[in-house]
């Protein structure tokens, strides 16, 4: 739930206007771009889906599991998709302001609950406008969130919970000054937004966007017959359990396909007659400019061409992208079921390719091929001469190191002997004789030491 490293791209491509009569893409165009994740087994599958010049077009890669033994995913496959929700949420902002409900200047006392004191640093109190910018001063999270399965990292936390935290909590810069990104600030304005208008969240951006625009499968909480679609994230090569949120839900909450978010990018790009344009409209105003010369609008990001509007998502099982750029009449999103940010570039790229570049596509680290047999001779606990030991598990077809007091983390075979983290930088070498059942020792190579480890029998 992050702005990555990939995602503040100048859309030079489309600034030089090339390609700008170009057709349809191949699917092996897309693929080109999109095989990286899943043979980096970042993510077993990947969903892409386009719009250029009046024409939509969907593509699915890879399978819903690792290994290969699921389906294929579709622009109807449903993915967690993390901060995009923010762009929803700051589009619920300038539907409160069009009805009457919110001010975007409005400072936080004005719709805090009674008794919540608000924060302010020299007489300046945060404003709504901030906490879509990013721009408040918040932090990223609240220090008091605490959860129970660090799988899921914002279940449990309540509205009691937040007030207790903006209650006590002060800037350390004035409000406005700085961009800092902040999932706290935009779950509190979606919090805020839902106690005003009567609702929770889930129903608010569920009858003031979702039922407006058509759009199904967007959602918090997944119906019956919908669950058959969604996809099962994925981190270091194991599924991972769906995120669960109550007073923050307005920074990540929400499920959807490539589908549905195409069709809200196309609502963006040519509102539909009716109230909602003016709050869609009045969403891409820029309130702010980054140092890199990036706007923010109501958490729409705008790209230094000023015309690209973009953001990602990122849980710890899923990721996505979305995109459009309304001058060159092209949009893009792009979801997988496996947590990273390079996906941010991927779908930069294809939205390069519709502008008639050809990209070369990310560069990930492809694990090597071991064999069941060979990960089997690595099994086992190897004990350091300073105190801790690592635990060397395995499943079919990976292997995964836990450091006394930690839990197991994937590694990646470079080769059958050395392998390396991905969450991490440290590196894994085993000493193994041709005729010894097991590996006798392995080197933890991190943080230019070394630590010798020999496995307890």
């Known amino acids: 739930m992050k702005i990555g490293k990939y995602?503040?791209?100048?859309?030079?491509?489309?600034?030089?206007?090339?390609?700008?009569?170009?057709?349809?893409?191949?699917?092996?165009?897309?693929?080109?771009?999109?095989?990286?994740?899943?043979?980096?087994?970042?993510?077993?599958?990947?969903?892409?889906?386009?719009?250029?010049?009046?024409?939509?077009?969907?593509?699915g890669f890879g399978s819903d599991t690792f290994g290969g033994e699921g389906k294929a995913p579709d622009e109807h496959t449903i993915y967690e998709v993390g901060s995009i929700t923010k762009v929803f949420t700051g589009l619920l902002l300038a539907e409160a302001v069009r009805r009457g409900e919110a001010g975007l200047d409005d400072p936080l006392s004005e719709h805090l609950p009674e008794g919540v004191r608000a924060p302010e640093r020299d007489g300046k109190e945060l404003t709504l406008v901030q906490l879509a910018t990013h721009s408040s001063s918040l932090p990223r999270m609240p220090s008091n969130i605490a959860p129970t399965d660090p799988l899921d990292p914002f279940n449990?936390?309540?509205?009691?919970?937040?007030?207790?935290?903006?209650?006590?909590?002060?800037?350390e810069r004035a409000p406005g000054s700085e961009y800092e990104y902040s999932n706290l600030g935009m779950g509190l304005l979606g919090q805020l937004l839902a106690d005003e208008a009567g609702m929770d969240y889930a129903t608010l951006v569920q009858t003031r966007i979702c039922e407006p625009l058509g759009l199904e499968d967007t959602r918090i909480e997944p119906t019956e017959a919908q669950r058959s679609r969604v996809a099962t994230g994925h981190l270091e090569g194991k599924p991972t359990p769906p995120w669960h949120f109550d007073a923050l839900a307005g920074c990540g909450a929400l499920h959807s396909t490539t589908s549905d978010l195409m069709k809200f990018l196309r609502a963006n790009m040519d509102p539909?007659?009716?109230?909602?344009?003016?709050?869609?409209?009045?969403?891409?105003e820029p309130h702010f400019t980054m140092p890199d010369g990036q706007k923010v609008a109501l958490a729409w990001h705008i790209a230094?061409?000023?015309?690209?509007?973009?953001?990602?998502?990122?849980?710890?099982?899923?990721?996505?992208?979305?995109?459009?750029?309304?001058?060159?009449?092209?949009?893009?999103?792009?979801?997988?079921?496996?947590?990273?940010e390079e996906i941010a570039q991927v779908g930069v790229n294809i939205l390069f390719q519709l502008g008639g570049a050809d990209p070369d596509p990310i560069k990930m680290?492809?694990?090597?091929?071991?064999?069941?047999?060979?990960?089997?001779?690595?099994v086992g606990v190897y004990q350091s001469q300073v105190g801790f030991a690592i635990t060397i598990t395995r499943d079919e077809r990976r292997l995964y190191a836990a450091v006394t007091g930690q839990g197991p983390l994937r590694v990646y075979p470079e080769s059958p002997t050395l392998f390396k983290y991905r969450a991490v930088k440290a590196e894994l070498e085993f000493q193994l004789d041709d005729e010894a059942e097991h590996a006798k020792t392995l080197t933890l190579f991190q943080n230019g030491m070394e630590f010798v480890c020999t496995r307890k029998e």
């Not at 449990?156 to 800037?171: A, D, M, N, Q, V």
């Not at 539909?272 to 891409?284: D, M, V």
Request: glycine share 12%; proline share 6%.
């Open 7 to 59: 995602a503040c791209v100048l859309t030079a491509a489309l600034l030089c206007g090339v390609g700008l009569g170009m057709g349809p893409l191949t699917e092996s165009q897309v693929e080109r771009q999109v095989r990286p994740l899943i043979d980096a087994e970042i993510a077993p599958g990947v969903s892409v889906t386009v719009y250029k010049n009046g024409g939509v077009q969907s593509f």
């Open 304 to 340: 230094r061409d000023g015309s690209t509007y973009w953001h990602n998502g990122q849980t710890y099982g899923c990721s996505g992208y979305m995109c459009y750029n309304k001058a060159f009449d092209s949009a893009v999103v792009v979801l997988a079921n496996g947590s990273c």
């Open 365 to 378: 680290d492809v694990p090597a091929k071991v064999a069941p047999e060979q990960l089997e001779r690595l």
């Open 156 to 171: 449990g936390y309540t509205p009691k919970s937040l007030w207790r935290f903006i209650g006590s909590w002060r800037p």
């Open 272 to 284: 539909p007659k009716g109230a909602l344009a003016e709050s869609i409209n009045a969403s891409h």
